[in-house]
C-alpha cells in the first residue's frame, strides 16, 4: 500500500514538473507552442476554464510572438546551453555585474527579486533595491532564501569564483529544477558584448541590447583603432598601483588587459604572481611615464557614494610625496592619475579604460570624452538620476 | 404615430452618449447593426479593435439571445452558453451574428484582455431590445458602465423611456 | 566491613552521576537537534519544519508546504546531523590525545593535524593538484595530507623512542613545516584562490550532505566502539609509561595505535568541514570535571558533549547575523576565551 502511494505521489511530482517545465498551452507536449495550440489555451481561458492563468497565457503569448512558437535557447559563458520555455519573471542575482547589466537592457527590475548584499548595500547606485531580498555573497550565499524565491533564473560569474559558483548551481540543480542558472561574467571586455547579446535574447530586450553594445562597442573599439599602429617600443610605460603600496597588477589580472587595450605598457606585467608586490627601487628604474593608482574598496574613498574629490587629490599627493619619485618622468610631465575601481572593474570598464587611453595618448585622445561617456552611461542605460558635476568621485584630476 | 427613424436615432444618440472613454493604447469598441431586432431577427455586432496584436475578448449575450456565427475562423472562437470567447491575433474587427429571440431585452458586455501590454479592460456594454420592448429582466441589469457615464445620460434615459412608452401608446 | 559499605555507596553514586550526566546529555542534544533543525532563513514556523521532516519520511500521509521538505531535507537536515557527529569525533579524538599525551591541553590538532590538512587543501586550491579529481579534490587532499602527518609523527616517534614528549616535539615540528607551506601557496596564489583557501581554514559544517554524513558515520560507527573496547588500556597509559608496562598494556604499540585511530576520526571529520578548533580541547575537559577521568565513560560523554557544543555552536553561527551564516570554526575559536580563563582562574588550586 505504502509504496503504491509512494509511486502515486512521484508521479504526480514528474507530471507537475513537468507540466510547469514545458511551455504554457502546449497541449501534446512536442515542446511547440503552435496557433492551434495557442488559440485552443487562450479560449479555454477566456470562458474561465482549463488550468491555465493569465500568467500562463500571457507567457504562451510571449512565447508566440517573440520565439516562434518554440523555446529559446541561451548559451551562457560558460558554455552550457540553457531552454527557457517562458519569459523570465523571477530573476536572482549573484553579482553586481550582471544586475547592472540587466538594467542597461532596460529589464523590468521589478522583476529582479532579490539580489546580493552587496548590490543591496550600495544606496547610491542601486536605489530602492534595499526593498528586495538579499541573498548573501556567492562564498556565503543563503540557499534557504533563494529557495524559497522560487527564481526562474539565477545569474552567476562564468570564470571566477568557480568552485563557489558550481557549487551554487549544483544546489539549485536539484533542489529547483525549474530554476535556470545563467553563468555570465559582465566584466571582460573579451567577453561582455557577446553577454550582453545573449542576456538580452533571454530577457527580450534585443533592441536595447544592440543599442548597448553599439554604445559600448564604440567606445572600445574606437580605443582599439586609436592604439593599434603604436609600435611595441612607442607604447607608454605605465606604473599601475593597486590598492596596497607597491602593489601592482602581472599579466593574469583584469587591470592588466585593460591597460593592455589602452596601449600602456607595464614593466611588471610578466610576474608570476597576480598582484606581486615589487621593489621600490624597481619602479623608479622603470621611470614610467604615466602613473596610475587605483583607489576605491579599501581606500574607501570616491566613488558613487560621496563627492570625495578631496580624498582622491590627498591619496595623489602622497604618491608624489614618495622619496625619488620627483625624477620619474610621469611625475615631472604631471601625468599622475588616480582612478576609482567602480569605474575600471565591474561592468564599467569601458569608461575606466577610456580614462587610461586619454591618459597615455593624449593626442590621440583628444576628442575622447570619457566623464560624457559616463553620464551618457549613467544617464541613458541606466536611468540613474546622477549628476557626475556634483555627485560621485572617480578620477583625479 | 412616431416614426421609427425617430425612435432610431435616439438610440443611437444614446448609444454615442455611452461609449467609453478609450483607455490609453487599446480600446475595443462594439457596434450593433440594429438595437432594436424584430422578434427571430439576426443582426450583427461588429467589434472595433485598436492597439491589441494578441489577446482575447469575451462578449456575454443577454438571456434568450443566441450565437449565430462569426468571420472568425472556427479555431478562434469558443462559445459557453451566453459566452463568446474570441482569440484575437492582429484583428482589427471582428463580425459576428446574433439571433434575437422572440422578445428580450438586455445588455451585451464584453471584456478584453491584451496578453501582450497585460492590460484588460471593459468593453461598453450595448443595449438590445426586441422590437424595442423593454423586458423587466433587462431593467435590473444595468450595466456599471452605463451608470458610470454620469448624470445627464440619466436624464436622457428617462426621457427616451417616456417616448418610448408614448410610442407604444401611440402605436395602440 | 563499614569501609567496604562506604566505598560501594560511593562508587554507585559515581555510576549514578555519570549515568545522570550521559542522560542529561543525550536529552540536551535530542533538544538541540530539534531547535536547530527550525532555524533558517526560510521563514518557516516549528511546525512547517517538523511537518516537512514527517513528509520526508512519510510522504504519502503528511504533506509539506512547498519547498519547505527540499529545504528542510537538503539544507538543514544533514547539516544538523553532521554538526553532532562532527563535534562527537572531534571530541573523542580530544579526548585520546589527552590520554595518550597525557597533557590535558591536547586536542586532535596538538600533532600538526589540522596545519596539514590545510596544506592538503591549499594545494588542491592553488596548484590544482591531488590524489582524487572532481569535486572531491580538496577533501581527499585534506585527508590524506592529515593522515600524512599522523604517519610522520609514527615514524619520527619510531625513530626517537615512543613517549609523549617526543610526540609532541615531532607535532610541533610538523605544524611550523605544514603552516610555513600553506603560507607560501598562498602568497602565490590568486586572491580567488587566496579567499578560498581562508574560508576553507575557518572551518563551517556547510558544506555537508548526505553521503558525507554517512562516510562519517560509517567511521565513528567503527572506531568508537573499538576505543571504548581498549579503554581500559586508555587508564593505564594516563598513569605513566612504567604503570603501563606493569599492567601488562604494550606501551608502544598501544600509543601508536591510539594515536592512528584519533588521527583517523579527526582527518576524515575535518576534510569535509575545514579546521574547528576548540571542541576536541574543551569537551573531554568539561566532561574530566564532571565525570571523572575514567575513559570507558569518558570516551562516550565527551563525545556527546563534543556534539552538544559543536551543534550549538553551529546554531548561533547561523542565527547571530541571520541571514548570513557565520562559520562554526569562528564561533569555536571565541569558546576558547571563557575556557581558558576558566582554567587561568582555577589553576592556583592546583
Redesign the interface.
Known sequence: MNRHLLLAVALLLIAATASAAGIPGDADGNGVLDQPEYTAAVLTYLVGEGDLTRTDIQDATWVLARWDGRPLEVTDSSGQTLTLSRPLRRVVTFTGESLETLRSLGFDMEKVVAVDKYSHAKSAFFPGFQEKANVGSIWSPDMERVLTLRPDAVFLYATISTAACDEIQQKLEASSPGTRVFRFDCFKPATYPGEIRAIAAATGCEDRGDEFVGFYESVMDGIRAGTADVPEDGKTRVYFEYWTDYKTFASGSGYNEKLEIAGGYNPFAGESAEYPEVDPEAVIVSNPEVVVKLTGQKLAAGGYAGHDIAALEATRSAILKRPGWTRLAAVADDRVHVVHSDILGGAQHFIGTAYLAKWFYPERFAGLDPNAIHQRYLTEFQGLDFNLASEGAFVYP | MIPLPANRLLCIALLIMVVPVAASGTAVTRALSTAEPGAGETFTVSLSIEGMALGGVVETLPAGYAFAGTDLPDDRVLVREQKIAFAVMNDTRITYSVRAPASGSGDITGRWEDFIGGTDGAVAASHVAVDGIETAAASGGADPAVREAGSPFAVLAAVAGILLAAYRGGRR | MEEIVALREGYSRIRKTRAAFIGGLLVLLVILIGVAVTL????FTVGESYLAILAGLF??TFTAP??AD??VW??RLHRVLFAVAAGFGLAVAGAVMQGILRNPLASPFTLGISSAAATGASVA?VLGAGFVGGEYLIIANAFLFALLASVAIYGMARYRGVSSETMILAGIALMYLFSAVTSLLQ??G???EL??VV?WMFGSV??STWPKLGIVTLVLACTIPYLVYRAWDLNALAEGDEVAAGLGVPVERSMMVFMMVASLITAVVICFTGTIGFIGLVAPHITRMAIGGDYRTLIPASGLVGAVLLLAADSVGRSILA???LPVGIVTAFLGVPFFIYLFMHRRNA
Open positions: 533558517g532563513s526560510a521563514g510522504p504519502g512547498e519547498m527540499v529545504i537538503d539544507y586550491i602568497y602565490v590568486t586572491a580567488e579567499q578560498a574560508f556547510g558544506k541571514p548570513q551564516v
